[in-house]
Structures are given as structure tokens and as C-alpha cells.
């Protein structure tokens, strides 16, 4: 239960199930095709035009990231209503610019939203999409679990008891003290479902409203990307974040009054993933109210937002949501919570083996030589003089003390029995 110090294996190298590749979404060929309204794309395509023209109607198909037939459909309506005109030809491809009336009417749009961006996608559409892509579906086996976690020293039982969690796709309880890498074994947990891709698309609309979904700090976009409908991007299963600044506010709509359109929650954003949520019962609600939020998802897989004007949508919630916690739960939660979050996973110090085996790694990992017997000594100390349990943390912190210390002295860092004596009178504030 360290730190990192292998990077993840390549997805491309142990794939899990790649639905992602199984559902390609088709591009559609006409606007009746897209599933979203002619005049919202008309609106959309001369916004583009009125911040970015003039430009081909190939560069326009690219912006909007749709197919030149449905851009051309729509450029010959926007033509007809002279609010844009064909100033040249590259090839066979027309040329197109804003006219002085298309300005007047992109100006007035822009009051209303801003949004130039890819074309969205219905919100039914992203409804079944994500249904598809169901964290769900995805079939972990032992060896997946221990290749994620081959940088961490942990026992096979608690290894078991996560690779069964994960292939719940429900929700995950890790709690236990302080520094027993509870927050990295939660990260870990992505890069096993990360082997799997799904699609994700850069925008929803619903009820006229745009809401961007698309984040590229959170979606790690697959650099191949197959030929499919552009609005969509192929993606690893994402994972999302979040510890003692989380609040109600952030798991619902975030408008933006300036835009004028909406960028998704978190939760929308973690779709087909995990969402983690660290240092649980830490945030500035009370967990009781943290969880009332989460009631109807965690039970019934779906979600409601509400929009600005109060219109109320139901999106779907295929997230695993993974909690995280130094706190008692049976002291932050009633049983009905508790009942929920159906998988509780303890995870507390480790064995004095497992202490050196952190130890050794971490020094090796930092070019320092050492004797088994002085790391053997300082566990024996740790436990029966500082009356301490052997934490995962221990290891890495007190190298660090060394290392500080020879920094200071202008020498190179030695793992001597006198400058581990140093080290911990330093971070257990016990003299030695």
C-alpha cells in the first residue's frame, strides 16, 4: 500500500471488454439523422461561422464534427435565408462567409449561448449510449487486479475483496486509520477499469440547452480514434476525484451565467466509471445530507438535475462510487446508508513483513543501499516504543526525513541506524 512506482500498463496490451469498439456510433448522414433539431443547428453552425469564418464547408464539418452531407443540408438553409453566402470554391468545396444579417442574428444568438462547440448529441441518444457502457458489464479477473496493483505491497485477501467489488459495479466503502494508503488504492482501482474504452460525447442537449460533457482533465482520450460520428469521443472508463472541497453544489448543473449553457456534475462526468470520493465525512456537509443525494442514484441507477428555469431531467447514473474514509462509518452513518454502499472494505496497517518490503522498494526506487536488519530494527521500534501500528505510509515518510536531512548537510543520503534514529525523533516527535 504505497505510492506509485510503476507507471500502468498499457490498455492496448491486457484489454478487458472493449465496448467502446463493439457500439461504434454511426455517423449520421442527414440532420434528421443527428437526433437534434434543424434550427439548433442552423444556430449553432452560424455561431461558429460568425467567431471563426470564413472558412470551407470542410472546415465547417470539422468544427461541428459532423459529416459534409449534413453540414451542406444545412449551409443550403442558411443560404436561403441570406444569412450567409459563397465567396469562392476550394476545388468543389464552397467557400462561405457570414453576411451583415447573418451577424445581426449569430449576435443576437450569442446573447442566448454562447456555445460553438462540436455539435451535441440527444440527450437520449448519451441515455443509451451510457446504458451500454454500463460499468456493470465490465469482467474483472484476478489477473487484472494484481497487475494494477503491482506497485502496492498487499495481501491477496484484500485484493479478492476489491476485484469482487469492482465487478459489483456498485458502490465501495474503504475505510480504516490514517496513511494506510486508502486514497491510493482508490486511485488504483481506475487503472483497472481504464483498461476498458468507452465513448463519451462532447456534448448533451436537452430541452434546447446545451451541457457539455467532454473533459479532457478527466477523459483520457484513445489516440486511435475510429471513424465513427464525430461528436463522440473513444475514451478510457474515466475517473473522477473529489475529497474535502466536495459540495452539494458541485453534483448538480454548473451553469455559467456569462456562456449561458451548463457543463455537466461530476457525476455525469464520471459516467461508465468511478467516482471517488476521498476523506468522506470530512466535507463541510454533513455525510447524512452528503447521502441523501445519492439515495435515488445508488438505488435506482438514474439521476435528476435541474435546469436554471426549474425543468427537471433525468439522466442516467452507471457510476461505481467509490468512498473513502479514516472515520468510523458506523459513527458517520445510519444503517440504511450503510446497506447501500453494499461492499465494506477495512484497510489497516500491515505486517511487519510487508513493513520492510515497502521499505525496500522505496529505497531501491531511490538508488539507497541499506541493511534488512536496521529496517527490521526500526518496525520493532515503531511498534513497541512508539507503541505505533506499522502504517504503509511509514516507510516513504521517513525516508523522506532523511533525505531532508543529508540535503541540509550537503551530503548524500546513508540508511544508517544514527540517521534513522534522526528521522524518527523527527516525525514521531519521541526522542530517542
Same mark, same amino acid.
Given at each position: 500500500?504505497?505510492?506509485?512506482?510503476?507507471?500502468?500498463?498499457?490498455?492496448?496490451?491486457?484489454?478487458?471488454?472493449?465496448?467502446?469498439s463493439a457500439g461504434i456510433p454511426r455517423?449520421?448522414?442527414?440532420?434528421?439523422?443527428?437526433?437534434?433539431?434543424?434550427?439548433?443547428?442552423?444556430?449553432?453552425?452560424?455561431?461558429?461561422?460568425?467567431?471563426?469564418?470564413?472558412?470551407?464547408?470542410?472546415?465547417?464539418?470539422?468544427?461541428?464534427?459532423?459529416?459534409?452531407?449534413?453540414?451542406?443540408?444545412?449551409?443550403?438553409?442558411?443560404?436561403?435565408?441570406?444569412?450567409?453566402?459563397?465567396?469562392?470554391?476550394?476545388?468543389?468545396?464552397?467557400?462561405?462567409?457570414?453576411?451583415?444579417?447573418?451577424?445581426?442574428?449569430?449576435?443576437?444568438?450569442?446573447?442566448?449561448?454562447?456555445?460553438?462547440?462540436?455539435?451535441?448529441?440527444?440527450?437520449?441518444?448519451?441515455?443509451?449510449?451510457?446504458?451500454?457502457?454500463?460499468?456493470?458489464?465490465?469482467?474483472?479477473?484476478?489477473?487484472?487486479?494484481?497487475?494494477?496493483?503491482?506497485?502496492?505491497?498487499?495481501d491477496d485477501k484484500t485484493l479478492w475483496?476489491?476485484?469482487?467489488?469492482?465487478?459489483?459495479?456498485?458502490?465501495?466503502?474503504?475505510?480504516?486509520? %490514517?496513511?494506510? =494508503?486508502?486514497? /491510493? +488504492?482508490?486511485?488504483?482501482?481506475?487503472?483497472? #477499469?481504464?483498461?476498458?474504452?468507452?465513448?463519451? &460525447?462532447?456534448?448533451?442537449?436537452?430541452?434546447?440547452?446545451?451541457?457539455?460533457?467532454?473533459?479532457?482533465?478527466?477523459?483520457?482520450?484513445?489516440?486511435?480514434?475510429?471513424?465513427?460520428?464525430?461528436?463522440?469521443?473513444?475514451?478510457?472508463?474515466?475517473?473522477?476525484?473529489?475529497?474535502?472541497?466536495?459540495?452539494?453544489?458541485?453534483?448538480?448543473?454548473?451553469?455559467?451565467?456569462?456562456?449561458?449553457?451548463?457543463?455537466?456534475?461530476?457525476?455525469?462526468?464520471?459516467?461508465?466509471?468511478?467516482?471517488?470520493?476521498?476523506?468522506?465525512?470530512?466535507?463541510?456537509?454533513?455525510?447524512?445530507?452528503?447521502?441523501?443525494?445519492?439515495?435515488?442514484?445508488?438505488?435506482?441507477?438514474?439521476?435528476?438535475? %435541474?435546469?436554471? =428555469?426549474?425543468? /427537471? +431531467?433525468?439522466?442516467?447514473?452507471?457510476?461505481? #462510487?467509490?468512498?473513502?474514509?479514516?472515520?468510523? &462509518?458506523?459513527?458517520?452513518?445510519?444503517?440504511?446508508?450503510?446497506?447501500?454502499?453494499?461492499?465494506?472494505?477495512?484497510?489497516?496497517?500491515?505486517?511487519?513483513?510487508?513493513?520492510?518490503?515497502?521499505?525496500?522498494?522505496?529505497?531501491?526506487?531511490?538508488?539507497?543501499?541499506?541493511?534488512?536488519?536496521?529496517?527490521?530494527?526500526?518496525?520493532?521500534?515503531?511498534?513497541?516504543?512508539?507503541?505505533?501500528?506499522?502504517?504503509?505510509?511509514?516507510?516513504?515518510?521517513?525516508?523522506?526525513?532523511?533525505?531532508?536531512?543529508?540535503?541540509?548537510?550537503?551530503?548524500?543520503?546513508?540508511?544508517?541506524?544514527?540517521?534513522?534514529?534522526?528521522?524518527?525523533?523527527?516525525?514521531?516527535?519521541?526522542?530517542?
Open positions: 500500500m504505497l505510492t506509485e512506482m510503476v507507471s500502468p500498463s498499457s490498455s492496448a496490451n491486457v484489454p478487458l471488454r472493449h465496448l467502446g455517423e449520421p448522414r442527414s440532420v434528421e439523422e443527428t437526433g437534434i433539431r434543424k434550427a439548433q443547428l442552423e444556430a449553432l453552425a452560424l455561431k461558429i461561422l460568425y467567431l471563426t469564418g470564413p472558412f470551407s464547408l470542410f472546415e465547417l464539418s470539422k468544427q461541428m464534427r459532423l459529416s459534409f452531407e449534413v453540414v451542406e443540408e444545412i449551409f443550403e438553409r442558411l443560404r436561403a435565408e441570406l444569412l450567409c453566402a459563397v465567396t469562392g470554391l476550394v476545388g468543389n468545396v464552397p467557400t462561405i462567409a457570414i453576411t451583415m444579417q447573418g451577424r445581426a442574428r449569430a449576435l443576437e444568438l450569442l446573447t442566448m449561448s454562447q456555445y460553438s462547440g462540436p455539435a451535441p448529441v440527444s440527450m437520449q441518444s448519451y441515455a443509451e449510449k451510457v446504458r451500454q457502457q454500463s460499468v456493470r458489464n465490465v469482467e474483472v479477473r484476478p489477473e487484472s487486479v494484481q497487475r494494477a496493483f503491482s506497485h502496492l505491497v498487499m475483496k476489491l476485484g469482487t467489488a469492482l465487478n459489483s459495479g456498485s458502490s465501495v466503502f474503504l475505510y480504516g486509520p %490514517t496513511g494506510t =494508503g486508502k486514497t /491510493t +488504492i482508490a486511485e488504483t482501482l481506475s487503472r483497472v #477499469v481504464s483498461e476498458d474504452q468507452v465513448w463519451i &460525447p462532447h456534448a448533451v442537449e436537452v430541452e434546447g440547452q446545451v451541457i457539455t460533457v467532454y473533459d479532457p482533465l478527466v477523459h483520457k482520450r484513445v489516440e486511435r480514434q475510429p471513424l465513427c460520428d464525430g461528436r463522440w469521443v473513444l475514451c478510457k472508463r474515466p475517473s473522477v476525484m473529489v475529497g474535502g472541497e466536495l459540495t452539494i453544489e458541485m453534483l448538480e448543473m454548473q451553469f455559467s451565467p456569462v456562456a449561458k449553457y451548463y457543463a455537466g456534475p461530476l457525476q455525469m462526468k464520471a459516467n461508465n466509471g468511478l467516482l471517488i470520493i476521498d476523506d468522506f465525512g470530512r466535507q463541510r456537509v454533513h455525510p447524512e445530507a452528503m447521502l441523501n443525494r445519492w439515495v435515488v442514484p445508488l438505488d435506482r441507477r438514474i439521476d435528476f438535475l %435541474t435546469l436554471a =428555469g426549474g425543468k /427537471t +431531467i433525468e439522466i442516467p447514473f452507471e457510476v461505481m #462510487v467509490v468512498f473513502s474514509t479514516n472515520l468510523n &462509518p458506523q459513527d458517520i452513518l445510519e444503517d440504511a446508508y450503510l446497506r447501500r454502499i453494499q461492499t465494506k472494505i477495512k484497510i489497516d496497517a500491515v505486517s511487519k513483513e510487508q513493513f520492510c518490503e515497502i521499505f525496500r522498494r522505496i529505497a531501491d526506487e531511490q538508488g539507497l543501499d541499506y541493511e534488512p536488519e536496521v529496517i527490521q530494527n526500526l518496525a520493532t521500534f515503531i511498534r513497541e516504543t512508539v507503541r505505533e501500528p506499522l502504517r504503509p505510509c511509514y516507510p516513504r515518510d521517513i525516508l523522506s526525513q532523511i533525505c531532508w536531512a543529508a540535503k541540509y548537510e550537503g551530503r548524500q543520503p546513508v540508511l544508517d541506524a544514527d540517521s534513522i534514529a534522526h528521522a524518527v525523533e523527527s516525525y514521531f516527535l519521541v526522542p530517542v
